[in-house]
């Protein structure tokens, strides 16, 4: 976090102002900083990633089913079921993580609308394969880029890709505002819409023209955010610092594997998952609860699958049949602790637990 006095100035200007939130001037600093730091020309913020998508999703009138990923953070799911449309779940790349374009038209029928991707891990999806099937089929294309903030391939941000994409600026992404998210859209008419919407559909006082929600990120967020923008290179150079340390540290590990990285893309070192393939002398699980004992909490994203929770099981296209590679990484799959502030000997010793239980175990086989 950042220190606490450099925060004060931009509380004491808040109660300055006596503007507390509804596009305040910290607000309108954010849209304007953010949209020049990563490089988009219509960036609106929201409330949370999962207000981001609902908006999206309204604002985009997708209908019917949306061909989406089961390898996901839940709320990439809810947000359709909680506008009515059903998911239609689709197996991932093995390398990527990511929706698989191949398997896309297959899923497609007339009921279909949109696909929505999520940029895993902030890997970029294969958008230019996307966008030549959603153009075709004339689907529309949203990304929840929850794990994408910064994220760059050679054709720039990952962010202009589709017709709109959702940033998470929640406090365990890589730049926070506390609670927040941001929608990213292709013209300045999208944003407006969606400006609307997150401000209950209200265009002046007597007139609203749609069903909009409360979506909207406050002045103390928006200043924890500007604030937190300063840092944002010293955290991505420390984050990029760390993933080269844990992949020294495990790589040699014949049966555990590192996420592959394109040369091409910068990305945002958000997460550092590992795969535990099915000769690894050491479940994952295993290595989960021993990382535990030791006061290190690392997280399975992403088990269970979407398609495997209750309300989503049913669904005919959650058949764990339809899904084999997302159910097998599922199991597979143990994200390590990476923040900035982590230090290189906590590091170390994270690894040295995991290589203790790897090689003890070799030995008694
Ligand atoms: C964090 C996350 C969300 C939800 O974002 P919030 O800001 O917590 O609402 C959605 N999708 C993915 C993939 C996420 O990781």
Request: with cysteine; hydrophobic share 40%; charged share 20%.
């Amino acid at each position: 976090m950042p220190p606490l006095a450099e925060f004060i100035p931009y509380l004491e200007r808040i109660w300055g102002s006596e503007q507390l939130t509804n596009d305040g001037k910290f607000h309108q600093e954010l849209e304007f900083a953010l949209s020049n730091y990563l490089n988009v020309k219509h960036l609106s913020l929201c409330s949370s990633g999962t207000t981001g998508l609902l908006l999206a999703i309204h604002s985009l009138k997708l209908t019917g089913e949306i061909i989406t990923t089961p390898y996901s953070f839940v709320a990439t799911s809810h947000s359709l079921l909680w506008n009515n449309l059903t998911p239609v779940f689709i197996d991932i790349d093995p390398i990527t993580f990511n929706i698989d374009p191949q398997k896309i038209e297959a899923a497609i029928t007339s009921k279909t609308s949109a696909i929505l991707g999520v940029h895993c891990y902030g890997n970029p999806c294969d958008t230019k394969a996307i966008q030549l099937i959603a153009s075709q089929y004339g689907l529309k294309v949203l990304y929840d880029a929850a794990h994408a903030f910064g994220v760059k391939t050679s054709s720039g941000s990952i962010l202009n890709e589709g017709d709109m994409s959702v940033l998470s600026l929640h406090a365990t992404k890589a730049f926070t505002t506390l609670e927040g998210g941001a929608i990213i859209t292709s013209s300045a008419e999208d944003r407006g819409k969606v400006n609307t919407l997150k401000n209950f559909g209200i265009i002046s006082e007597t007139e609203v023209i749609d069903i909009g929600i409360n979506g909207k990120m406050n002045e103390v967020q928006a200043a924890f955010g500007l604030l937190q923008l300063q840092y944002a290179d010293y955290i991505m150079d420390r984050r990029k610092e760390i993933d080269r340390l844990y992949r020294t540290l495990l790589c040699d590990l014949e049966h555990i594997q590192c996420m592959d990285q394109n040369p091409d893309t910068t990305y945002n070192h958000s997460y550092f998952p590992i795969f535990f393939n099915k000769n690894c002398p050491v479940k994952r699980d295993e290595i989960y609860h021993e990382l535990k004992q030791n006061n290190v909490f690392s997280r399975r994203y992403f088990y269970p699958l979407i398609s495997n929770y209750e309300m989503y099981k049913n669904i005919e296209t959650a058949n764990p049949k339809n899904l084999p590679i997302a159910n097998q990484v599922a199991n597979q799959v143990l994200c390590l602790p990476i923040y900035p502030q982590l230090t290189n000997s906590e590091i170390e010793f994270i690894a040295l637990v995991i290589r203790r239980k790897y090689h003890g175990r070799l030995q008694i086989k």
